[in-house]
């Protein structure tokens, strides 16, 4: 057994330097496990992440949720990559997310050896078995293109696999009671939380996106599809690049969400766009609308999360809900997934602010607007449709259109 100790004072200078510092340990052959402590003082202003990079590459984070984890070939902290322990020198990674103005002192040990405990796994475990399987409410069927089905998904949630306060189990068990057929998982940082997704899929009968919340300070942004990790610390450009080089989309998250508010400079914009949000609290607030419009109305495509991390947080699994036009013959949770990404590539989105709210969707040749009487629709060209029924046809156009009521709230949105 070797410890490794590190105790510094960081300040505002190592801040401006870089948000992100790397500090080496060895890791030698046939090493059975690391375990790593990070102690932070209780000081007003600080907010310290925690991950760790392998010799062989990304092994996990936690961000601020933890202050101890743990790696060994068999299992680990969740948010942590199990697997052999590749010799070499790795790397405890800290992330100065806040800094206090007189500076922080912090302690970091690992030690490399056997792990008598691995901190988080047992209570993990055991959270998970409790969880049961919920009743699904009744199904909503929406009318669709000819071949295609509406599905019900909600693209952002997270787990103890990261920040929050629940495992694997029980977001699919939130899932599956809220009426979806899609959940994307999408911890930050991480893709440790993807192991998981299949089973869980299978047990609970609902498609478990693979997901990562791409976390910087300056901008979230999921990257979706099982196409291992996307490194945080590059520029935001090299994100898009990587994604779709990988077979997956890339979403720009909350993008007015407080200070979690996207600002990174992109040259190239991602295909996706998390215009409903858990953010968006005033439906008669316009900003996410004037958001999409100046970030690109006909080549961004919307989709909405609940942005879900325990019960304190402002809106559950599926509000908003995101409908998808899939194939109609994608049946199984395997199917869904694999269904989903090449839906969104092609646009076929509709968002609701929960699973039976008024709709609007788009079928071969129509608009319908559903369970919205008394209604406009908002046609790209800013034309006005008066909407007087349950359940009302328009001429179909291009382009995304909108669902207020006639106080100005925005109910609903098809692309």
């Known amino acids: 057994m070797a410890v490794t100790t ?11 330097e870089s948000v992100w510092h790397s500090l080496p340990v060895d890791v030698p052959p046939d090493c059975p496990g690391l375990h790593v402590t990070l102690t932070v003082p209780p000081v ?47 790397w405890i990674v800290l992330g100065l997310h806040r800094i206090p103005v007189d500076g922080v002192e912090l302690i970091v040990e690992a030690v490399t050896g056997p792990v008598a405990d691995v901190p988080g796994l047992k209570e993990y475990a055991e959270a998970t078995a409790a969880v049961a399987v ?9 009318p669709a293109p000819t071949g295609l089905k509406w599905i019900a998904a909600d693209f952002h949630a997270h787990s103890l696999h990261s920040d929050g306060s629940t495992p694997i189990a029980n977001l699919a068990a939130l899932g599956v009671s809220a009426g979806l057929d899609v959940l994307a998982v999408t911890d930050h940082n991480t893709v440790s939380h993807h192991l998981e997704l299949p089973a869980l899929s299978d047990r609970f009968g609902i498609s478990l996106l693979p997901g990562q919340e791409v976390t910087t300070d300056a901008g979230h942004a ?55 949000h858990s953010s968006w609290l005033d439906q008669t607030w316009g900003g996410p609308i004037a958001w999409w419009q100046a970030w690109g109305l006909d080549s961004t495509i919307p989709i909405g999360g609940s942005d879900w991390h325990n019960p304190s947080s402002f809106t559950p699994p599926g509000t908003p809900t995101t409908w998808v036009a899939v194939d109609a013959t994608a049946e199984s949770p395997a199917e869904l997934v694999a269904a989903t990404l090449p839906a969104l590539t092609a646009g076929r ?35 006005r449709h008066p909407i007087r029924t349950p359940h009302e046809r328009l001429p179909t ?10 106080t100005g709230a925005f109910l609903a949105t098809c692309t």
């Not at 590190?6 to 190592?14: F, K, M, S």
């Not at 961000?63 to 070499?88: S, V």
């Not at 071969?364 to 046609?379: E, F, G, K, M, Q």
């Open 134 to 142: 919920p009743p699904r409410p009744p199904r909503r069927e929406l």
């Open 222 to 276: 999921n990257a979706f599809g099982d196409i291992g990790f996307i490194d945080f610390r590059q520029p935001a450009a090299t994100w898009v690049s990587s994604v779709a080089e990988l077979g997956g989309l890339l979403s720009i998250n909350h993008p007015l969400g407080g200070d979690c508010s996207w600002r990174h400079p992109l040259p190239v914009h991602p295909p996706l766009a998390e215009i409903w």
């Open 397 to 406: 156009t291009r382009g995304p259109h909108l669902l207020l009521t006639h």
């Open 44 to 90: 007003d202003g600080a907010v310290i992440d925690l991950g760790c990079e392998g010799a062989s590459g990304w092994r996990g984070w936690s961000g601020g949720a933890r202050q101890a984890f743990a790696i060994t070939p068999t299992a680990a902290t969740p948010g942590y990559l199990a697997g052999d322990l590749e010799p070499g020198t790795w």
């Open 349 to 383: 989105t509709a968002l609701t602010w929960s699973y039976t709210a008024p709709a609007l969707v788009r079928t071969d040749d129509h608009i319908v607007a559903l369970n919205a009487p008394n209604t406009l629709v908002l046609t790209p060209d800013g034309t």
């Open 6 to 16: 590190y105790r510094r004072r960081w300040t505002l200078d190592d801040r401006a």
